[in-house]
């Protein structure tokens, strides 16, 4: 294997460029701001810009289907960019969590549509799922597929359904179109409106089988997405990080701007640390993923365990040091936190993650507490 690269290239360099120059004309935060709205703004005109182009929805797709034949480093960089916009699309549910499940389990035709853009996908488990976990409980039948999947990211958006289903002999893949007979697709209450979930249910809905055995193809597209997530959280932190420090060094009391104060200074200077190593945790983690080494299980865990951590905490910093206008509605430091915890609970919570490390690197488990009597 070779080794590890964390520093970005030039490539990479200007893919950032690209995505960040056009998310700050097209989804400035003033913007983001109005998903929370009775009438939200439709961001479908910024999604397509990205996907079409950018190309940044065919990234994983090869370039024979296709694609671009990016790996998961040039996704991570998009994702980095899209957590410090907090952006509104389906960049990790269609074009990294569907498209990986679609080509792990042998597809040729649904990656080539979704990498062209014209059509959104999302893999049909909860956002809560851990990778290896119990990933659903659809049943597929001579008479189609039936059952129910509660909070599922990107299924409003999507055009084309990925569903895991239980078939005679195992974990199968489906393809279903989002207005097929007997799909339900219901709008459910979210911390983070810039990725709502809707619950779905079929019944007896027709559908296009991708595989027939599909486990491993879910659980590969599942760590892989947990390991890019840590991407989208490290951009989160560093959009809050950024603008405090810019705030801290501006905002004025009692003759002098509250960032020369010590206690400040401090809380800053961890946060800093924080966000660095969030920075090499979520690089390595995409790092190893695109050489598929056999770290990358071990990469993934680590950078999803701590990187949502980070993240919380930066947005949490952001809102205190910006004192009362971190509080308000119509300052955008709320979007932040709120991804930062919905993303934190996505794919397993950090407790799950370093219960996985443990497991992977041989950690012995501590014997659980009990109450003294």
Not at 14 to 28: I, N, Q, Y
Not at 113 to 128: F, I, K, Q, W
Not at 129 to 143: D, N
Not at 193 to 207: E, I, V
Request: hydrophobic share 45%; charged share 20%.
């Amino acid at each position: 294997m070779s080794a590890a690269d964390l520093l970005y290239s030039d490539t990479e360099e200007a893919l950032r460029d690209s995505v960040r120059r056009l998310l700050a004309d097209r989804c400035p935060p003033d913007a983001v701001i109005g998903v929370y709205d009775q009438a939200p703004r439709d961001f479908a005109p910024v999604w397509k810009a990205l996907a079409v182009d950018l190309g940044v929805a065919g990234l994983l797709v090869p370039e024979e289907l296709g694609g671009a034949g990016a790996t998961a480093r040039e996704a991570a960089v998009v994702l980095e960019e899209l957590g410090r916009a907090v952006a509104p699309v389906p960049f990790l549910t269609s074009a990294v969590l569907a498209t990986l499940a679609l080509l792990r389990a042998g597809d040729t035709d649904f990656v080539g549509e979704l990498a062209e853009g014209d059509r959104t996908a999302t893999l049909v488990v909860p956002l809560s799922t851990e990778p290896g976990a119990a990933m659903t409980s659809v049943l597929a039948t001579a008479g189609g597929l039936t059952g129910a999947v509660s909070s599922v990211a990107g299924a409003l958006e999507a055009d084309l359904l990925i569903v895991p289903a239980l078939g005679p002999h195992g974990v199968e893949l489906h393809a279903v179109d989002r207005n097929a007979q007997g799909v339900t697709v219901t709008p459910v209450p979210s911390l983070d409106m810039t990725r709502p979930l809707a619950d779905l249910t079929f019944g007896a809905t027709p559908s296009s089988l991708v595989s027939a055995a599909a486990a491993d193809a879910v659980t590969d597209a599942l760590r892989c997405g947990a390991a890019l997530l840590s991407a989208e959280q490290f951009g989160v932190a560093s959009w809050c990080f950024e603008t405090t420090l810019a705030y801290v060094k501006d905002r004025r009391q009692f003759g002098r701007a509250i960032g020369s104060y010590q206690a400040i200074k401090h809380r800053l200077a961890d946060l800093w640390l924080e966000v660095g190593s969030a920075c090499s945790a979520a690089r390595y983690a995409a790092d190893t993923w695109a050489r598929a080494d056999d770290d990358a299980d071990i990469a993934a865990a680590v950078a999803q365990s701590y990187c949502g951590e980070v993240a919380v905490h930066a947005a949490e910093e952001c809102i205190q040091l910006h004192g009362g206008i971190g509080m308000t509605w119509e300052y955008p430091a709320h979007l932040y936190l709120k991804r930062a915890k919905s993303s934190q609970l996505a794919f397993g919570t950090g407790y799950r993650h370093r219960a996985r490390l443990a497991e992977l690197i041989d950690l012995p488990v501590a014997p659980a507490k009990t109450a003294r009597s």
